[in-house]
DNA sequence: AAGTGGTCTAGACCACGCA
DNA sequence: GCGTGGTCTAGACCACTTA
């Protein structure tokens, strides 16, 4: 029966079903951690737990000393595929901002570039040799005051030492223009993504509460011969980005 | 001071570096909670608040009554594009399990058809008229005794009332054929991708533990006119599928 | 039977932002 | 200064699985 449910759980459920169901609005104020002790005759420590439950779900914050909060997605539009740049019909249904140029707050990123040696996620994708170092120009981009994500991009030393495709600063042409100079222009791209939860570190750089997953969205640029050439590895909080593609349809094979 | 950081956090650190550097194997076992509150000079309370944050990284499960032990992900290849398919040299970094394929184990399907008032998320990207009704087709995805993925698929019922796209079964065909014979050819494609923590009714269905997001992808289908056909709801569990893409670059916009 | 994690109580002290 | 959430203690009883 639903007495066996846990105590703390019974809390979670009453509280997510009055936010779904909208009674408690997105940055609505949610009752305080005494309130709810009290309500349902048991101690703090109980109703603590059952608030966890909803913020490790992503519904609620906790912003102290004021109070938890129903948690605002906004997720904005972030596109592998650029070719597809002006607006589209088909995208009516989102607020229209996207990822790289934010919504007129600022948009600001900071780059870094380091010599390394691959982590072995990277490695593989180059298929650089063992021993061989990689270069990382690593961005963090930023809109208003907000980490929004980050963006590191492995390319093998060998390619790029001491061209222009190292310099700490936006390159006006674009660092894939670099490469096509250099005479490694990337025609083909693997693009993967996974979903996961942050690591500590990224918790850090993009300012993520508990309750918020990200994806990691490696893309692997090779040329026309089919060599590897840059890897990009872009983490994307999953409450600031959609991720957004468009295909034609051709001998696909149907669901059933 | 480090010494200002909780000592739950504290116990946390500490076995994630554990995990992370190594010394703790996929699988590999914990140490028990009241090991871990003696070994810290605490009690049990705040051992289980240290190994929560581990467990809500995804990085440990609790097996009761055997003990916690490190997690294994295994993600299988989850393919949008599905014309491409035969295998391609890029892939050889994935051991090349397919999500609808399975790797021996058998793969299976609970299919159920029915009749509904389209979620809102429906509604705009199927652009029918308030009060419509849709045809759903929800099939969970089985291999082994596992679930994969949930996959619902929403059709105008103007479109398919009568027809065999609401059969309960497998159609042989394909359903999109099916939608194809009646005059409806899905020819493009949006994918949206998002990214969350998953709904209790969720982690029901597909069996999940805390610390697993998923990702929801939104397939909308149009015709060659551009006009909306279906919306497939795709919600694929973090540990179990990486999403994969391929595509060529033209005219791409490039990072600076 | 023993050991594990799951839940719960009844307190306590703290840091912080706001009025 | 007050109320908030953040952390912590020192216990308790339970259900479950394995030996």
């Known amino acids: 029966m639903a007495a066996r449910r846990p105590l703390y759980q019974r809390i979670a459920d009453e509280l997510r079903s009055e936010i779904t169901a909208g009674a408690l609005h997105p940055g609505g104020k949610l009752p305080s951690e005494g309130e709810i002790a009290a309500k349902w005759e048991t101690t703090r ?25 129903v948690r605002r997605w906004e997720p904005m539009i972030y596109r592998p595929q650029r070719e597809f740049r002006k607006p589209e019909p088909n995208l009516d249904i989102f607020r229209q901002r996207v990822a790289e140029e934010g919504d007129g707050r600022e948009a600001s990123q900071a780059i870094e570039v380091a010599i390394v040696a691959p982590p072995p996620q990277i490695r593989t994708r180059l298929a650089t040799k063992d021993g061989d170092l990689v270069a990382v ?16 991009s492995y390319v093998p030393l060998s390619i790029v030492q001491g061209t222009e ?21 990337i025609v083909q ?14 918790v850090d750089r993009l300012g993520l509460g508990p309750g918020t997953p990200v994806a990691e969205h490696l893309a692997t640029g090779h040329t026309a011969k089919g060599d590897p050439v840059q890897v990009s590895r872009n983490v994307l909080p999953g409450d600031r980005h959609v991720i957004i593609y468009e295909r034609t349809r051709r001998a696909e094979e149907d669901p059933k």
Chains 1, 2 share one sequence.
Do not use: C
């Open 45 to 69: 420590s109980t109703a603590v737990a059952g608030l966890r439950v909803l913020v490790h779900e992503g519904l609620i914050v906790a912003d102290r000393p004021r109070g938890y909060f």
């Open 137 to 152: 120009r690593r961005r963090t981009r930023t809109i208003g005051d907000e980490a929004y994500n980050i963006q590191d």
């Open 165 to 185: 495709w190292m310099t700490p600063e936006d390159v006006a042409r674009g660092t894939n223009k670099v490469l096509s100079e250099l005479g490694y222009e």
């Open 189 to 202: 791209i693997l693009d993967e993504i996974s979903v996961r939860m942050p690591t500590p570190d990224e």
